[in-house]
């Protein structure tokens, strides 16, 4: 924690300096739009003007919407959400990350989101959605010139953080969750596979988008389908997030699991008292999801996320140059 406390003091440091100099501080631009093959994306960016605040389903920013982006190439971070949320769900890392100087695309999975839960186990179609994502963004989004396609990441949480590992070249042995269900029938994923019946894939077929060059998993679903062999392939740098009181996807079969799978370390962050919904952004009021929304009375969500997006936009902005 000594690491995020320092990142906080320094970004807080860096805008006091900005202000006392007379330049105004970053603003993140936003746009919500559905792509030509139906998914709907928020995208934030950097941006020049005064920002206003808006709801933004359970949760608000502070955004220059349609803003003009700003001039020059900036690097590309697209984020994967966890089973039946939506783009929205970690709105605060992407204004962040906006404000840091990058362009930012959340998609809400086709099939898989709160309005439409019925392809919730097909989760061989999510790194393909985020690999159309990143064709999206780099050739028909309106702003795909101020992209640089050589300094592209993802960041994922819950079964986003499956999807980032999976699209960074990681192959799940999907045979594993059988076994793992007869053992821990109550754990969601288990649930949720038990509601969505169908046949796992024999093998998994995606080779990784070698357009992803770092990614940021937080609480990542179905960890302990990834052997050393199945994340032999992912050699980019890793981010790798745990709750401490993770009570949907317990330790140590999940972010641990990835951990030890992993063929070099990841940056690894564990975060003491908090439960697996805390890595949402924080919602605003008044509360209308409490599950999704209420933390534990001994953890503040809003102070972890101001040092967690410190360290998200840290992590890529030394990764991704």
């Known amino acids: ?40 994306i928020g995208v934030w960016y950097p941006a020049s003007g005064t920002p206003t605040r808006q709801r933004l389903g359970l949760y608000q920013q502070d955004v220059v919407a349609g803003g003009k982006i700003d001039q020059g190439r900036h690097p590309l971070i697209v984020i994967s959400h966890g089973t039946g949320g939506d783009f929205a769900g970690h709105v605060d ?15 809400t999975h086709p099939g898989d989101n709160w309005r439409d839960n019925s392809r919730a186990t097909q989760i061989e179609d999510r790194p393909r959605a985020l690999g159309a994502l ?41 045979a594993r969750i059988a076994s793992h269900c007869s053992a821990h029938p109550s754990v969601f994923d288990c649930e949720l596979v038990r509601s969505h019946p169908r046949t796992m894939p024999d093998a998994w077929a995606d080779g990784g988008d070698q357009r992803i060059r770092a990614i940021v998993v937080a609480a990542p679903a179905l960890g302990f389908t990834f052997t050393t062999a199945g994340l032999a392939a992912v050699t980019i740098p890793v981010q790798l997030w745990r709750a401490d009181d993770d009570h949907v996807l317990p330790a140590p079969d999940y972010a641990d699991a990835v951990r030890t799978a992993l063929p070099s370390p990841p940056e690894f962050h564990a975060v003491p008292r908090a439960d697996h919904f805390d890595f949402l952004a924080p919602c605003a009021a008044p509360i209308v999801v409490p599950a999704l929304c209420t933390s534990a009375p001994q953890f503040d969500r809003a102070a972890f996320h101001a040092l967690f997006d410190a360290e998200v936009v840290r992590f890529f902005r030394e990764k991704l140059g």
């Not at 890392?93 to 998609?107: K, P, R, S, W």
């Open 93 to 107: 890392t992407a204004e962040a990350l906006a404000q840091a100087g990058f362009i930012v695309a959340a998609l």
């Open 1 to 40: 924690m000594l690491r995020l406390a320092l990142a906080t003091a320094s970004a807080i440091l860096s805008l006091a300096l900005a202000v006392n100099a007379g330049a105004r501080p970053p603003a993140a631009g936003y746009e919500h739009l559905v792509t030509p093959e139906g998914t709907e």
């Open 134 to 174: 990143i064709s999206f963004m780099t050739g028909a989004w309106r702003g795909h010139d101020a992209i640089d396609a050589r300094r592209i990441g993802a960041f994922g949480f819950s079964s986003g953080g499956f999807t980032v590992l999976a699209a960074a070249g990681g192959k799940p042995d999907l």
